[in-house]
């Protein structure tokens, strides 16, 4: 099953995602966001859910945020 989960979360095709927290924090030029979500759905004919917390770091570059790293780690539950 964590095999199918996992590509469930590459695919970024879930049937559903919800947002279930999320904290953000902005120094100058660099923001970091953290989180949990929530998505499921079907991957390799298999349906799915997990919950995931994140932490992705952007830099405002240029006049616009870019995304420098993103980390995920699927959890039990929330």
Partial sequence: MKT???ALHVARNPAFA????????????????TG??????????????MYLRFTDVLVRRDGRW?????????????
């Fill in 66 to 78: 870019q995304l420098v790293v993103q980390q995920a780690t699927s959890t039990s539950g929330f």
């Fill in 18 to 33: 919800a947002d279930l927290g999320t904290f953000l924090m902005v120094e100058a030029a660099t923001a970091v966001v």
């Fill in 36 to 49: 949990v979500d929530h998505i499921g759905g079907t991957a390799f004919g298999h349906y799915g859910e």
């Fill in 4 to 6: 199918e989960l996992l």
